[in-house]
């Protein structure tokens, strides 16, 4: 399974070589630290350090990369670390870039999610918490006009988000089976030449010279090294054994016994997430969100909104929010275990569960996406899929706005439809002010993130100490 030219990066005789996987380390560990603000800006990182600062990869082949992250299931982010980092240093490349991409953010959340569990009702800290999560509203409506803005360059795209959102909102339609037809559609719109359908430029992350190779380009165009080559035993081995590591949460579960049910029923949601959530970290999150709380009850909608202000700010990619879901749901089925380490372990089993496939999926497919740069029909597939997912997104915006602005949402059914009609008489005013605070900072004074984060907690904090009920 494996020959002399697999077991090493491909080497580079003129124009520079490729750093070792030690030096390479230390740089990924940066891009892990400065990884905050969604895919976008985790993706902004990662061009600015990998192509415009080392020059390891040309902007040609970071944004192939982008292309394939995009259609998959998961992160699109951690998965494209993962896939720069395979491509320079094989599996274990792949492994270490993927791993660090994650971990501050694992290490943070813990601390948060502990914090949330043990003082999240007290005082003052649940006023912190109250304006975190009123705040992100903002955020994720700032999200679909980013993405939309990228995403949607024709009618045909335009359509497609609107056909989605009224899918997913109005009639509850499978998330997957709404990005399969869009990917369809595109697919098919691409084939049969239609103007709306062509594929364009997909990814803009900034200005630099395209046609400037990088370091992983020059050494690939000496040869092609036989780890990037189709090869069906490597094939079988690494779906096998990435198969048995990614499921190992799940066969351990009932090692705990009748309190194992509730990390086996982690480990099980969050597999099947990896596998059918595609479109990007809101898109997950939409999906995630309905589920965690409509589903398997194991948070409130307000609580879900607090998880997604703790992976906003924190390093990592959003989706990294299913530590705190786990943590919390675990915490609440404690059994025989103290809560804060069965919270810790179902934290651990569902970012197990969410982020070991992206692996997997980067070295099973990587062969052959390799094999697919310029590929017109892929292009414009991912396209499709982009502009269903700022429809997706828009109602995971809508969902949140009724669930933390209302204290109460009717569901009514009927023709079919299936709608959420918030009561009027019930909204919470504190936080549509700091909402709508937060949403003046972002898109009038273009005020970042963090700071508007920050300042929504400060604001929730002298509504406590106003005595303004909350």
Partial sequence: MSTASDTAAPKIEAGGTLPSLGEAFWTWTRVALLSFGGPAGQIAVMHRILVVEKGWISE?????????????????????????GWLMHRIRGGIVSGTLFILPGLISLWVLSVLYAAYGQIGVVAAVFFGLKSAVLAVVLEAVIRIGRRALRSPAHVAIAALAFIGIFAFGAPFPLIIFAAGLIGYAGQRFGLRWFQAGAAHGTGKSNVDAPGLIDIALAQGTPDYLRHSWPRFAAIAVIGGLIWLAPLLAAPLFGPSGTIYTTIAAFNSKMAVVTFGGAYAVLAYMAQQAVEHYHW?????????????????????????FVGFMAAFRHAGPLAPILAGTI????AKWST???????????????????????????LSAITGAVVGVILNLAVWFAMHSLFGQVQNVQSFGLSLGIPVWSSINL????????????????K??????????????IAFYLLNIDI
């Fill in 60 to 84: 040609a082949r970071f944004l192939h990369a982008l292309n394939y992250c995009m259609l998959l299931p998961g992160p699109e982010a951690q998965q494209l670390a993962v896939y720069i």
């Fill in 299 to 323: 948070l409130k909608p307000d609580e879900m909104l607090v998880g997604l202000g703790f992976a906003e700010t924190t390093p990592g990619p959003l989706i990294s929010v299913v530590q």
């Fill in 346 to 349: 179902g934290g651990v089993v």
């Fill in 430 to 445: 504190p936080a549509l002010v700091i909402m709508a605070l937060a949403m003046v900072a972002i898109f009038r004074f």
């Fill in 355 to 381: 982020f070991v496939p992206c692996f997997i999926w980067i070295f099973l497919g990587g062969p052959y996406i390799e094999a697919l740069i310029g590929n017109k029909a892929l292009t414009a597939t």
């Fill in 447 to 460: 005020v970042g993130m963090i700071p508007v984060l920050a300042g929504s907690c400060l604001t929730g």
